[in-house]
């Protein structure tokens, strides 16, 4: 890590696994284990050289030296492979220190990194909040961006500071995910003739629980059209039409 002591105004993500030191230590190490193996691919994308990564023993605390949004990138890109593991996140923008622990590795100290902690424990199993100085830089620089954030009011720490605090809808991850299956879909079915996939389109459509609304997804225009009809039929109300991403 270059020029050590410096400080920088840096993008934090902090993550830990929910409730990890009431768990007995065998599944301490498991979950650790998978916990691991998820921040690593998701940080795969991520330059060395532009991430300092310190281990928190429950979780970890990632800074980012670039572009403030690749926070969020690998965010999303965690809960996408996160399975029933119990993370919670928080992300902020502020001042950090880049320095040396006494093993020699590379270690951030900081407003920054401190807010980061803080936006994270307001969070639940499952969530993903930012710091008002984040969404005022992210949201932008594009609408997506914008789009993706949802004001959760003011929140205070126990020291009584107060914080601002935006989460990230969950229809948004649920719908980059489901874009992202039907995408390598598509690109499998290009690729030549695949038995696999032969009656993919007779596949039952998927219901996601999002909060506050329900999303149907499917391979084919029909599944998702019966499957809003049993929704219809239980009382459920249509708010929105139906959109094709990916899929023939």
């Known amino acids: 890590m270059e020029e050590s002591g410096r400080t920088r105004v840096c993008s934090v993500l902090f993550l830990d696994i929910v409730d990890y030191s ?13 916990f691991n193996l998820v921040m690593t691919s998701a940080l795969g994308h991520v ?78 199993s499952g969530e993903l909040f930012v710091s008002r100085q984040f969404y005022d830089i992210v949201s932008r620089l594009s609408d997506d961006y914008a789009a993706m954030f949802t004001s959760e009011g003011s929140r205070a720490d ?46 039952p459509a998927q219901v996601f629980d999002v909060g506050t609304h329900l999303l149907v997804s499917g391979y084919s225009e029909a599944s998702v059209k019966e499957a809003v009809q049993k929704l219809l039929e239980k009382g459920g109300k249509q708010i929105g039409v139906a959109s094709q991403v990916g899929g023939k």
Do not use: W
Request: proline residues 4%; charged residues 30%.
């Open 22 to 34: 009431k768990r007995d230590v065998a599944e301490q190490v498991r979950l650790k284990n998978i």
């Open 47 to 124: 330059e060395p050289e532009e991430r300092v990564v310190v281990d928190t023993g429950d979780g970890a605390a990632v800074t980012f030296l670039g572009d403030p949004e690749r926070a969020l990138y690998v965010a999303l890109e965690v809960f996408d492979n996160v399975g029933e593991l119990p993370v919670r996140m928080g992300i902020n923008l502020g001042p950090v220190s880049l320095m040396k622990d006494l093993n020699g590795l590379d270690n951030v100290i900081g407003d920054g990194i401190n807010v980061a902690q803080r936006i994270m424990s307001f969070a639940d």
């Open 158 to 203: 126990k020291h009584k500071r107060a914080f601002d605090v935006y989460s990230v809808n969950k229809a948004v991850r649920v719908g980059r995910r489901v874009a992202g299956e039907q995408l390598k879909v598509k690109k499998k079915r290009r690729s030549g003739p695949d038995t696999t996939f032969s009656g993919m389109d007779r596949t």
